[in-house]
Nanobody, 114 residues
Framework: QVQLVESGGGLVQPGGSLRLSCAAS????????MGWYRQAPGKTRELVAT???????NYLDSVKGRFTISRDNAKNTVYLQMNSLKPEDTAVYYC????????WGQGTQVTVSS
């Protein structure tokens, strides 16, 4: 069983920044891809950013140029740096890991409000 634990969410003003972390209970190099999703109230969960073990990273169009996904294999951790945050970025953010199975974290709340 794999555990993914997110952290770093919180309340931030528009234009601010947050960095989310996702710590995995085993080597993230064993996954085909790691990613971040989000779900706003009343909306379906959507892909924010994904980083395959090979190939290019992909981003939701609305976050391109503002968000950056990265990984630290030595720490088994994936990050999502979020800059120039907007109120429409408010959501619960989930970490995702894909291998033979798909694993999810418990989510971390991000609220962008003045």
């Amino acid at each position: 069983q794999v555990q993914l634990v997110e952290s770093g969410g919180g309340l931030v003003q528009p234009g601010g920044s947050l960095r989310l972390s996702c710590a995995a209970s085993r080597s993230i190099a064993s996954f085909y891809a790691m990613g971040w999703y989000r779900q706003a109230p009343g909306k379906t969960r959507e892909l924010v950013a994904t980083m395959p073990i090979t190939g290019n990273t992909n981003y939701l169009d609305s976050v391109k140029g503002r968000f950056t996904i990265s990984r630290d294999n030595a720490k088994n951790t994936v990050y999502l740096q979020m800059n120039s945050l907007k109120p429409e970025d408010t959501a619960v953010y989930y970490c995702n890991a894909q291998s033979q199975y798909i694993y999810w974290g418990q989510g971390t709340q991000v609220t962008v409000s003045s």
